[in-house]
T-cell receptor, first 113, second 112 residues
């Protein structure tokens, strides 16, 4: 069991650019979640997939954000026209079946200049 | 609206003693609670969880207590070790939704 992996680990971009992050969940985990964490705060829920279906989106997920999980395996999170307020740690987590424990990846730290 | 609150931003405990981390919640629909540990530059690591049908769950040095009437839970670490030094997050979820609602964390420092 290799754990949840995320790439890249760090991303520095200029305001207005688009960025895409990738998450590979634990093998056979059918549920995948995206969270965002800023300094001094706990992770905040963004969106969640069960297999390839996106079942819930937070109001934090503006129309500049889009997430996909095309084959029910890995997922991508894209941010278009990045803003300085998008600077944060983006965390991916996965879970299996009916179990409610979520297992997190190491995160992607985004810095928007 | 902070539904999960960790009112102590930091806690310092001597090695070998008990660490008690506290968490309060406001949403009575929460039925599952979790504790995560986080080191710098890493993602949160799952520690222990408890369902609302229980009032205690134990796993090695870690015990979580749930007081539903007070909407309060606590994590006990006995004995505390220097490797336990990290930020601890309390999280909760409500049946029917899988999203976790996190507190703001408590930084635990265990000193020799």
């Amino acid at each position: 069991d290799t754990g949840v992996s995320q790439n890249p680990r760090h991303k520095i971009t200029k305001r207005g650019q688009n960025v895409t992050f990738r998450c590979d969940p634990i093998s056979e985990h059918n549920r995948l979640y995206w969270y965002r964490q800023t300094l001094g705060q706990g992770p905040e829920f963004l969106t969640y997939f069960q297999n390839e279906a996106q079942l819930e989106k937070s109001r934090l997920l503006s129309d500049r954000f889009s997430a996909e999980r095309p084959k029910g395996s890995f997922s991508t999170l894209e941010i278009q026209r990045t803003e300085q307020g998008d600077s944060a740690m983006y965390l991916c987590a996965s879970s299996y079946g009916e179990r409610r424990e979520q297992f997190f990846g190491p995160g992607t730290r985004l810095t928007v200049l | 609206d902070q539904q999960v609150k960790q009112n102590s931003p930091s806690l310092s405990v001597q090695e070998g003693r008990i660490s008690i981390l506290n968490c309060d919640y406001t949403n009575s629909m929460f039925d599952y609670f979790l504790w995560y540990k986080k080191y710098p530059a890493e993602g949160p690591t799952f520690l222990i969880s408890i369902s609302s049908i229980k009032d205690k769950n134990e796993d090695g040095r870690f015990t979580v207590f749930l007081n539903k009437s007070a909407k309060h839970l606590s994590l006990h670490i006995v004995p505390s070790q220097p490797g336990d030094s990290a930020v601890y997050f309390c999280a909760a979820s409500a049946g029917g939704t899988d999203k976790l609602i996190f507190g703001t964390g408590t930084r635990l420092q265990v000193f020799p």
